[in-house]
């Protein structure tokens, strides 16, 4: 099988995320403070976000 290069679509989103691809466009400005990551990844996830220790550009969410 070759490799090549994929394009995410909306659809993709519907069914990898379950988020809704119909509707009101959401924009503007979001928090993206520590704090607030912190406090969303527990209503979320019910734990802490792991900070990876070979990258502090992404949060381990898993």
Known sequence: MPVSEVIVT?????????????GE???GWTDS?????????LAIFGSEPEVSSSSKSYIKLS
């Open 25 to 27: 466009v959401v924009t």
């Open 10 to 22: 909306l659809e993709d989103v519907l069914y990898i995320f379950g988020l809704p691809i119909d």
């Open 33 to 41: 403070s520590h704090d607030f990551l912190v406090t969303q990844n």
